[in-house]
């Protein structure tokens, strides 16, 4: 990108931060540069006073007060500005995030599933940690710096004209030392992102929470520290070429801006030797010559900032109008009056060839309860995706009461279809406000809260936490509690079932549930889910005999249907995997001794 649309686009992002806050931060700097201008025309008003022996008159008053006004005013404003800055670039990294996450939490589920999507995320999410703060400073510094610059140069223009040229061709090698630096930066990055981010990874795992368990249990740190340890290798060494060539271009650019100086200088004494410039004069140059080299370091840091952060703003701005986002809408839940019905539907994942649900005809009536069974991989959770409108049938159709739904508009299937997924979400949150995600807008619904807690089995642990629904179900931000995996569980029912939706899908919302909450769940399952309609996936056989209709994936096909005695009947696949489960249980009585719970409530379960 060129470096004026670079400048425009940085500066729109800031202003658009803070308005405010960038103006006055704008002005302060503004300030403080022009502060340096009126140093220097101060030095040369007062320098001509004492070099034409005026020094006890009047006229020496303003540019004492001017000298020691600029000079107290920069030093303040530089304290203000510091604490000024703090909010831009904390408000400028605000509105980063809520342009990324707009797109994060809109994006259709199935663009997670692309690698250049999801790439692309990382990319702009880690950059997002550090970029908007160069952007938002540089920007400042950039506006502060070029019109302290222009100021200058025109009081060094009034002094002497001649000096103007050699001071803006000085310029140019550091324009194009400080661009070549950027560049080379861009193609360090480039290539050093993958090692980087994957030692961020395993770091990110070796200290982790959820990981700490498994790293003692199989002692993997030496082999994960070995990992990082390579990785870190192979970026320190590019970082130590990296580190060198910007220091050669450093030294390069030092010395010719010394040259620069130099020759300027020299310039200024033969002009003064010539008398073409008087001795106030050329010292108010030199002063002006030295204030301004700090200036133009300070513009090029700008520069080189906002060029760096040039690839970050360009990528966020593609990110955020070329990915493309489902209608905005504010879909309301439908009503389930007759059915849903899927006819002929396939899906296979955008990063897949092989299909994973297969011409699959199925429905679900207002009220039934139909259960999904197969082994893992059969596609029962991606099927389940597709009925709760995330992934759209690439063949064939879903329909829903009748009306089919557009596979590229699901916003009112999703709003009409409440989930409990196989890999449920722990919320760092307090008990109220893991439930009540299920339906931001009841929020403050509490009966409705109490009610789908207690329904799902969650409402006697909750109430009888630290400080009950409000405690935060969390250890590691703030004084909270954990639950366990079970209490989690119920917890996840509790939200599927505060979302008011008429039909619930429980992805194996029972797997760690105990023998009596299980048994509770199903005993009374239409209570539990108020006469909704749902679909029931559950390795767990012995409930199954509840359902309205049992559907049997295999490899993605529907291959069996009907009821739990039908199904029995037909000796397939249902028959086999039920026997092998019920099996199991009968040989554990018939071959232990002395009946416990357990096993009483085993074979309870099966005879049901
Ligand atoms: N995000 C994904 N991208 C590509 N393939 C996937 C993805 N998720 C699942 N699959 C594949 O789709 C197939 C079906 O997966 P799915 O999760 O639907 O199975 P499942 O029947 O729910 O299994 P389980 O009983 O283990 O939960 C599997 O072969 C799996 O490898
Ligand atoms: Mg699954």
Known sequence: MRLPSLVRDSMRLVRAADPR?????????????????AIVVASKLLLDGLVNGHISTGALVIPVIVFAGATALT?????????????????????????????????????????????????????????PTTIALSTLSLLGNAVGLVSLLAVVFVLQPLLVPPLLLGALPTIYLARRGSASEFRFF?????????????????????????????????????RENDLSDEYIAGLRVQVRRRQLLSAASSLISAGILAGTLWLVVILLVHRWLSLSSAAAALIAVRVLAGQLNALFNAIGGIVESGVFLSDLDDFVSNTPLPPESDAQPRALTDRIELHNVSYRYPSGTAWVVRDVDLHIGAGEIVALVGENGSGKTTLAKIVGGLYPAIE???????????????????????????????????????IVIGDHRRADKRDDLRDAAERAGADAFLADLPAGYATLLSREYGDGVDLSLGQWQRVALARALFKDAPLLIL??????????????LFADIRRSLRDKAALVISHRYANLHLADRIYVMQSGHIVESGSHTELLTLRGLYAELYHLQADAYQTEVEETPSPNLSQRQASARIRT
């Open 190 to 226: 480039a290539k050093y992102t993958a090692p980087f981010r994957r030692r961020g990874y395993i770091r990110q795992t070796l200290s982790d929470r959820g990981a700490a368990k498994e790293i003692r249990v199989f002692d993997a740190a030496p082999l994960l520290i070995e």
């Open 507 to 520: 992805d194996e919302a029972s797997a760690s549930l105990d023998p009596r909450a299980e048994h509770a």
């Open 75 to 131: 030093t303040s404003t530089t304290s203000f500005q510091n604490q000024q800055q703090r909010l831009l670039v904390e408000q400028t990294n605000r509105l980063v995030w809520r342009r990324l996450l707009g797109v994060t939490t809109r994006v259709d589920l199935q663009t997670y599933e692309r690698p250049d999507f999801f790439d692309r995320l990382q990319r702009i999410q880690n950059n997002a940690l550090t970029r």
């Open 396 to 434: 064939g159709s879903l329909s829903w009461d009748g009306a089919t739904v557009d596979p590229e508009n699901r916003a009112a299937l999703q709003a009409s279809v409440s989930v409990i997924f196989q890999d449920f979400m722990r919320y760092h949150l307090s008990a109220t406000d893991n």
């Open 21 to 37: 806050t960038f103006w006055s931060g704008a002005v302060l700097q503004i300030v403080s540069a022009m502060c340096a201008t």
